[in-house]
């Protein structure tokens, strides 16, 4: 590759890494995966950066990939054996109020439990559109997929999503739905 290429990749890496970590974790649920998941994409695109840098939206692009090589990797036969029972450390702050911290706490452990719960399409179509702040028309474009098919997707999910954290809430097992 080219020096100025190598330079605006290596920019245009700098710049998206840890926004596209933070995807792949909502994702995938674990931060280690996330992280394999942020350097495979990384290293897909720096080997057709000369022809992929002309695209209209580069993090459109980013995501795209980001979201292929995920359910690339979940398709492997050692991922479906997998069973995560261990739960990642909380690091409270220790400046906020003691119950609004564990509020806080409850919901993102609650809503990340939820999401995990989701079949990976209605899970990534949610991703997209409310923690990326992607419009309908970009989550289309990143999933490869029509805006009609993104909006059941995101209905979808979120009627899922409720019902699971109505069941975690109450304390019953949640059931893993299968779209």
């Known amino acids: ?43 897909k695109i720096y080997r057709a950066w000369p022809t992929v ?10 995501r795209k990939v980001l979201l292929n090589t ?3 990797e979940k398709r492997r036969p050692w991922r479906r054996s997998e069973l ?3 739960a990642p450390p909380d690091h409270p702050d ?11 706490s409850w919901a993102k452990d609650m809503t990340h439990r939820a999401l995990l719960e989701l079949p990976p399409r209605q899970r990534a179509a949610l991703v997209l559109r409310y923690f990326d702040d992607l419009s ?7 999933l490869n997929c029509s805006e009609g098919t993104v909006k ?10 409720r019902s699971v954290v109505e069941n975690l809430s109450a304390g019953r097992p949640a059931r893993r739905v299968v779209s």
């Open 1 to 43: 590759m080219r020096k100025p290429d190598e330079e605006r990749f290596r920019a245009f890496a700098g710049k998206h890494a840890a926004a596209l970590r933070r995807c792949a974790y909502l994702f995938c649920g674990d931060w280690h995966t996330a992280e394999d998941l942020t350097q495979t994409t990384l290293i």
């Open 53 to 62: 840098q002309k695209q209209e939206s580069m993090q459109n692009y980013a």
């Open 70 to 72: 995920w359910l690339d």
């Open 84 to 86: 995560r029972v261990a």
């Open 94 to 104: 220790t400046g906020a109020d003691p119950e609004a911290a564990q509020a806080r």
């Open 136 to 142: 309908v028309s970009e989550t289309a474009a990143v």
């Open 152 to 161: 059941s997707q995101t209905a979808r999910g979120l009627d899922t999503l």
